[in-house]
């Protein structure tokens, strides 16, 4: 009789351990993986922190170009208008003033500094380059929202499984509903506009 009661609490014991170390490997399992979102939240508000200030940075650094040039261009303009309307019809003085003012003009604004620094006006490079620096920083965003996804799906399914669904009732690890979905709209491509 003592023999089979010692089996009988070698056996209890035995299984008591084996349910403690499933229960403490239940747990440290479920909270790697919790903290694993919270990481991926992190680097999902990093890349939408990213896009914040990308598109501030280059749609401002876009719109000062764009509106460089137009002045550039603008005064250039009507400084050749005068010199073209000067030589139609106009005296020689009227020519020789309509010259000045062009000239005068180019070096107003610097005309040659800005042809050294710019060989060539570049806002249709820096509205390409603005639109390739969104598409990357959407990219990274979808990454870091796909990466987010996959880790609240991992946990997920970890907390669902046995023994750990006990373990994580017990221990109060809640399922993870927080995924990212396609928001209403999101097959339409965003409006940026450079001129407002």
């Known amino acids: 009789m003592n023999k089979i009661l010692l089996i009988v609490i070698a056996v209890v ?9 499933l229960g403490v490997s239940s747990y440290n399992s479920l909270f790697t993986k919790k903290e694993a979102i919270e990481a991926q939240w992190s680097e999902v508000e990093n890349q939408l922190q990213r896009r914040i200030d990308m598109v501030t940075q280059l749609v401002g650094a876009v719109q000062g170009v764009l ?3 137009q002045k550039v261009f603008g005064d250039i303009a009507n400084a050749r208008a005068g010199l073209t309307q000067a030589l139609k019809g106009g005296s020689k003085q009227e020519v ?9 003009t180019l070096q107003r604004i610097q005309f040659l500094s800005i042809t050294e620094a710019y060989p060539e006006l570049k806002s249709n490079e ?18 870091a ?8 799906q991992d946990y997920n399914t970890s ?6 669904v006990i373990m994580a009732g017990l221990l109060g690890f809640e399922r993870e509903d927080n995924y990212f979905k396609a928001a209403p709209g999101a097959s339409e491509a965003p409006k940026v506009e450079l001129n407002k």
């Not at 014991?13 to 170390?21: A, F, Q, Y």
């Not at 929202?145 to 609240?152: E, K, P, S």
């Not at 907390?159 to 750990?164: K, T």
């Open 13 to 21: 014991v035995v299984i008591g351990g084996i349910l403690v170390l």
């Open 67 to 69: 509106t460089q040039e």
């Open 96 to 104: 020789i003033d309509a010259d000045n003012q062009l000239t005068s």
């Open 126 to 143: 820096n509205v390409r380059r603005l639109q390739d620096e969104i598409a990357g920083t959407e990219n990274r965003l979808a990454v």
């Open 145 to 152: 929202r796909r990466d987010y996804n996959q880790t609240v």
């Open 159 to 164: 907390r669902g499984q046995f023994p750990a």
